[in-house]
């Protein structure tokens, strides 16, 4: 038994079914968050509430200050613009439906999906978890519903063994993590930005890309490598510096200030890196790794001992031979013989699974001889266009400009004013 879990975090979707369940068990979590996407998905379904002439504009300029207000990371900007923006929602006649539901639903649990109250937690959303499920759900239950405990716990040891091969495939291929490629995306970023650089207090204050009046806080935290996230050719890992931009903080992901400290302090060749596979401290580990899925396949597989199920197999056998006998009705018995007849063809074939079948031809044809030509197929079922979305998310410009409107640097009517209507 395992008793009681304690982890750090604890994220599922807007329903709080699953952590309701869990602290009932296990107890409470010390951050409890929401995933990103599906909070993205309820904010985008619910801005219909939002009316008027124009709601199509006005949706896409409450959902862009929406995703400017989650990506806040600093705790009073938050609250600040928080403030502001759920007043210009009930202030607003259009709106109004919209911001009741944001104040009720959001504004009381602000700790569960703003990004200022989940920094260096390393997780943002569960769409890998979703993806695996769906894999479980569809390939391996093939989409019906299981409620035997013991087929469920079959089907996640066949999952978790094919992951385990599938592991080695990438591991002998020398296939990167997505998370390593990221990294890389990054440092390529890096090489041509020309950034200020300030340093003071045993701190490094970089300028943002997109903002010169922004500058970001990177402190040194390790000098030597200590996990597989790493950048070949800067020599660090994810651990080595904490940066206070978004892209470090919620995203976990070794950001391309880091990449600009990391260069010029170490003065390492701002050449471009291709997405290739590392040869440092992962190809040192790639052996041991190896060795433990090999062993972990090796003992599920040897678990079952060839002549454990040949005894029980002939148990089984001569148990049907009796139950056979009480077996009148012949109709019944023809559907007996017909499985049976089945088992002893896979019987066959099963035992003589070494023997080579040589190929046979039925009929000789010219080498140069044309295949037959595979007519079209051509659908005949009418497409079904769907409307464009006009809901994006804020550019770097609008992420600006929402900042200055909502921290009261920008002077925007909100409200409708005779026949004009000026958005935020």
């Not at 790639?286 to 599920?300: A, F, L, Y």
Request: net charge positive; hydrophobic share 30%.
């Amino acid at each position: 038994m395992a008793g009681i879990i304690s982890p750090n975090t604890f994220m599922t979707d807007i329903v709080d079914t699953f952590y309701a369940a869990w602290v009932r068990i296990m107890g409470p979590v010390p951050h409890n968050i929401l995933c990103s996407w599906h909070v993205d998905k309820a904010w985008r379904q619910n801005l219909k509430k939002i009316k008027g002439l124009q709601s199509t504009e006005k949706q896409n300029k409450v959902y862009k200050s929406l995703k400017v207000l989650q990506s806040i990371t600093d705790e009073i900007e938050f609250k600040q613009v928080l403030d502001e923006l759920v007043y210009q929602l009930l202030n607003d006649a259009d709106t109004k439906e919209f911001g009741d539901y944001f104040n009720i639903y959001y504004v009381n649990k602000v700790k569960q999906w703003a990004y200022c109250y989940r920094k260096n937690l390393g997780v943002n959303c569960n769409m890998h978890l979703e993806s695996m499920h769906k894999t479980i759900k569809y390939h391996y239950l093939n989409g019906c519903k299981v409620q035997r405990l013991d087929k469920c716990i079959m089907v996640l040891r066949r999952f978790t063994r094919d992951k385990k091969v599938e592991r080695m495939v990438k591991l002998t291929k020398g296939k990167s993590t997505s998370r390593i490629n990221e990294i890389k995306k990054r440092h390529n970023r890096s090489v041509s930005l020309n950034l200020n650089i300030n340093f003071d207090n045993n701190k490094w204050n970089v300028e943002s890309e997109n903002n010169k009046h922004t500058f970001y806080s990177i402190t040194k935290c390790l000098d030597d490598i200590c996990c597989p996230l790493i950048c070949s050719e800067c020599k660090i890992c994810i651990h080595s510096y904490q940066c206070t931009c978004p892209d470090y903080q919620i995203k976990s992901i070794i950001c391309k200030h880091i990449h600009v400290i990391a260069m010029e302090k170490t003065s390492t060749n701002t050449s471009i890196v291709e997405l290739t596979p590392e040869t440092d401290y992962q190809t040192s580990n790639i052996g041991k790794e190896m060795e433990v899925h090999i062993k972990s396949i090796q003992r599920s597989e040897s678990s079952q001992n060839t002549s454990i199920l040949h005894a029980r197999f002939k148990d089984k056998a001569i148990n049907l031979s009796n139950l056979i006998q009480g077996v009148n009705n012949p109709e019944h018995l023809k559907v007996a013989m017909q499985k049976l007849d089945a088992l002893t063809a896979f019987i066959n074939v099963a035992s003589n699974e070494n023997e080579v079948i040589p190929y046979k031809t039925d009929q000789k044809e010219p080498a140069n001889k044309k295949i037959t030509q595979q007519k079209s197929f051509f659908s005949t079922k009418n497409k079904r266009f769907k409307a464009t979305n006009t809901i994006t998310r804020p550019t770097s410009d609008e992420i600006r400009d929402l900042n200055d409107t909502l921290l009261h640097k920008k002077c925007v009517v909100l409200k409708e004013q005779d026949n004009e209507h000026s958005y935020f």
